[in-house]
Each structure stands twice: as structure tokens, then as C-alpha cells.
Nanobody, 118 residues
Framework: QVLLEESGGGLVQAGGSLRLSCAVR????????MGWYRQAHGEQRDLAATLARNGTADYADSVKGRFTISRDNDKNTVYLQMSSLKPEDTGVYYC????????????WGQGTQVTVSS
């Protein structure tokens, strides 16, 4: 059984930092592409950051320079370090893992809420 479990969300003031974690079971973060997506209330789910199996990271323009995606192969965990947070970063953050094709066809966690107050 594949399980992705996000944690680390919460309430933070603008300018602050949070680190999200995605503990993965049933697939390897070294073999799968991994990503963080976010969904603001009433809006569609959008990409925040991805980490390809070869270690290449990619970011949405809105988070470049502020967010960093990484993985710990031994812990089979993916992280999203978020700094200089803005109110527009508020939303539910989802972890995803997929072997090929689109992330939407892969495995997803239940999400963790991030709220940035102004």
C-alpha cells in the first residue's frame, strides 16, 4: 500500500518560515518523481515545486528563491522548506509521487494546511 503523509503545516506570520514533510511508504522517493502542490480556497490545485528522480528541482515562478524542495533517501521523506512566506502562500499543500506521466495520475497525500497571516 502506498501512503504519503504530510505534516508541518500551521499558522505563521508573513515573512516567516515553515518546513513541510512528506513521509512516504510503499514507493521510493529515489525512484519516483515527487512534488508539492497547493490549493487555495476556491481555486485549482497548482504546482509549487517538483523534484525529479534524477534530483532536478523545478519551482513555480511565485515561489522561486523562497521555497526549496529536497528529499532524504534514508528516511524516504520529501521536504518543502518555505521562507519569506506571504499571505498568498496560504492554502492546503499536497505531496505527490508519480513514476511517469502526469502527477495527477500518481499517488497523493491528504494535505496539510498552511496559513500565512498579514
Amino acid at each position: 500500500q502506498v501512503l504519503l503523509e504530510e505534516s508541518g503545516g500551521g499558522l505563521v506570520q508573513a515573512g516567516g518560515s515553515l518546513r513541510l514533510s512528506c513521509a512516504v511508504r510503499g514507493i521510493s522517493v529515489m525512484i519516483y518523481h515527487m512534488g508539492w502542490y497547493r490549493q487555495a480556497h476556491g481555486e485549482q490545485r497548482d504546482l509549487a515545486a517538483t523534484l525529479a528522480r534524477n534530483g532536478t528541482a523545478d519551482y513555480a515562478d511565485s515561489v522561486k528563491g523562497r521555497f526549496t524542495i529536497s528529499r532524504d533517501n534514508d528516511k524516504n521523506t520529501v521536504y518543502l522548506q518555505m521562507s519569506s512566506l506571504k499571505p498568498e502562500d496560504t492554502g492546503v499543500y499536497y505531496c505527490a509521487g508519480w513514476y511517469s506521466g502526469r502527477a495527477q495520475l500518481g499517488h497523493w497525500g491528504q494535505g496539510t494546511q498552511v496559513t500565512v497571516s498579514s
